[in-house]
T-cell receptor
């Protein structure tokens, strides 16, 4: 089955700097790659996603890139703010009716 | 946007008792719902996939007789933790996918924190 690896497990950046989180996946059939932000005790919230027919997607300060050949995808957050501090999860899915497989998460701390 | 609710948001029960958690899609029909468990500082671990009108598909290592899942309608799935023990204490989160073509997004419920004493 699918296996998703996520790095780093923790990341500290100064406010205003950029943060990059990387994930790799094992199943070349995976075609949907969302990123979730989870604050303590709350539900994961989708912040951006990308399908396999697209190499890059951007939404304001957040961008995701996908390299299908290398089977890895990355989350880029620019101009980080303290409110970006949370745990971020990447995930992968093969089809609409198959579950998401999550990475282990990255705890991002933005230091003011 | 699509909304998924869970009830209760938190529950404390005694060891040996059973607890039922409800997951509802409030403004869309969910043909498929997923149940996850999340221990402190860990990722979401899939427990089972629930399809309306059919038996749930459990992940390896998840006891189907202990974690009973029922998906009786397109808007409701329930997870019953039977004979709960302290090691079952966790954050349980459901998610749902709409039945619309081309939609991949999963919508998560707010989670249920279960504490077994």
């Amino acid at each position: 089955g699918e296996n998703v690896e996520q790095h780093p497990s923790t990341l500290s950046v100064q406010e205003g700097d950029s943060a990059v989180i990387k994930c790799t996946y094992s199943d070349s059939a995976s075609n949907y790659f969302p990123w979730y932000k989870q604050e303590l005790g709350k539900r994961p919230q989708l912040i951006i996603d990308i399908r396999s027919n697209v190499g890059e997607k951007k939404d304001q300060r957040i961008a995701v890139t996908l390299n299908k050949t290398a089977k890895h995808f990355s989350l880029h957050i620019t101009e980080t703010q303290p409110e970006d501090s949370a745990v971020y999860f990447c995930a992968a899915s093969i089809q609409r009716n198959t579950p998401l497989v999550f990475g282990k998460g990255t705890r991002l701390s933005v230091i003011a | 946007g699509a909304v998924v609710s869970q009830h209760p948001s938190w529950v404390i029960c005694k060891s040996g008792t059973s607890v039922k958690i409800e997951c509802r899609s409030l403004d869309f029909q969910a043909t498929t719902m997923f149940w996850y468990r999340q221990f402190p500082k860990q990722s979401l671990m899939l427990m089972a996939t629930s399809n309306e009108g059919s038996k749930a598909t459990y992940e390896q290592g998840v006891e189907k007789d202990k974690f009973l899942i029922n998906h009786a309608s397109l808007t409701l799935s329930t997870l019953t933790v039977t004979s709960a023990h302290p090691e079952d204490s966790s954050f349980y989160i459901c998610s749902a996918r709409a039945g619309t073509q081309g939609s991949y997004e999963q919508y998560f419920g707010p989670g249920t924190r279960l504490t077994v004493t």
